[in-house]
């Protein structure tokens, strides 16, 4: 299972439908938590930074405080400059702009990353 | 950094939001199994609230060379036009708009595309932060001879800081991306400025499950003179 984190909603299709696989969109980092809470752990996440709520950045600190989180890889999938940023601590195995990024750059990820 | 930079960077990455989803949604479209007439709505939508936005930026700049009529203005028709363009982004999105009617004063003063615009950032906003499967509040009234027009949210707080300004009647530049989490204010900026050019108050009452921003406009005395059989 894939999650999907991002507030746009119609960004989010956009992901899902280029992923091709099953996938679980939410619009905030707490549904994303609840969903993992209830048992299931997401082969790959592509999640937004600025949400509603808590931003990427807590959502990413929340995973890796877990044993069982801290092995999920991220996408992060942004419009911010966060170019040279390391975040590999933080599970992060990819970093896509909102502005460049393809359909199937996406679906690479999911090959690469998504198990 | 400068204020003014700083206003115009906010605006900016808002802007370029709609961008990166209208580029995603294009370079979708040749995979598309069906018809892709979801993807075209939903092109169409997106382009035509980033113009709308582009238009209400480039009308503040007109504000100040008080380039605009002040008239009579039938509110319920204009929130009417308002919810009726934005009902396909709230059923989409799956959220519920419920309207309120209860003023006796039917017309304003104000300016018809100003006032328009103002609702249109409120209920966007409102819709943006509703959660999905809740709904947003549009509510008209009278109060203390001035009609008010006030839109809810089910969503998150608003900032104490943001609601002091709110209090003090404006805002005074779109401010930082964490406002609210996940919008620059842009549309509050826009219909802030709006508000005060039409001499009318704009504010906001933060509730424990959300928030209310409201306009109140002065009722048209000029129109009082005539029968209201003359607007229905």
Redesign the interface.
């Known amino acids: 299972m894939i999650y999907i984190i991002d ?5 989010a299709e ?2 899902a ?2 992923c091709k696989g099953e996938v679980r969109i939410f ?1 905030n980092a707490i549904e994303a938590m609840n969903g993992i809470s209830e048992g299931e752990l997401p082969s790959l996440i592509f999640l937004d930074v ?6 990427g950045f807590t959502f990413l600190n929340e995973m890796v405080s877990y044993p069982d989180t801290a092995k999920v890889p991220v996408i992060i999938v942004t ?1 911010l400059d966060l170019q040279g940023w390391d975040l590999r601590e933080y599970g992060v195995v990819k970093i896509l702009h ?2 460049t ?3 199937g750059e996406i679906r690479e990820c999911v090959e690469e990353y998504g198990g | 950094m400068d204020k003014e930079v700083d206003g115009i960077l906010v605006a900016a ?1 808002e802007l ?2 709609p ?3 209208l ?3 294009a ?2 479209l040749p ?1 598309m199994e069906t018809s892709g007439e979801r993807m075209r709505s ?1 092109m169409v939508s ?1 382009s035509e609230r980033a113009i709308k936005q582009v238009n209400d930026l480039t009308k503040i700049r007109h504000l100040e060379d008080g380039l605009f009529v002040m008239e009579p203005v039938a509110v319920r028709a204009v929130c009417d036009e308002v919810t009726r363009e934005l009902s396909y982004l709230f059923s ?2 799956r959220r519920d708009l419920y309207i309120k009617y209860s003023n006796k004063s039917k017309l304003v003063t104000a300016n018809r595309e100003l006032l328009y615009s103002v609702v249109y950032n409120f209920l966007l906003n409102a819709m ?2 509703s ?2 499967g809740t709904r947003a509040e549009l509510m008209v009234k009278d109060f203390k001879g001035r009609v008010k027009v006030a839109v809810r949210d089910f ?2 707080a608003l900032p104490m800081d943001v609601w002091r300004e709110m209090k003090r009647g404006w805002i005074n530049k779109p401010t930082s ?2 406002m ?3 919008s620059s204010g842009l549309g509050l900026y826009i219909a802030s400025k709006f508000s005060r050019a039409m001499g009318a108050r704009v504010g906001a009452v933060r509730h424990r499950d959300g928030t209310s921003f409201f306009v109140d406009l002065p009722v048209s005395k000029q129109a009082s003179l005539f029968s209201d059989d003359l607007y229905n």
């Open positions: 507030d746009d909603e119609i960004m956009c992901i439908r280029a619009s600025l949400l509603d709520g808590p931003d419009s909102k502005d990024m393809t359909p | 990455h370029k939001a961008l990166a989803v580029r995603q949604l370079l979708g995979e939903e997106v989409h999105n943006h932060y959660g999905e969503g998150p991306i964490a609210r989490p996940g």
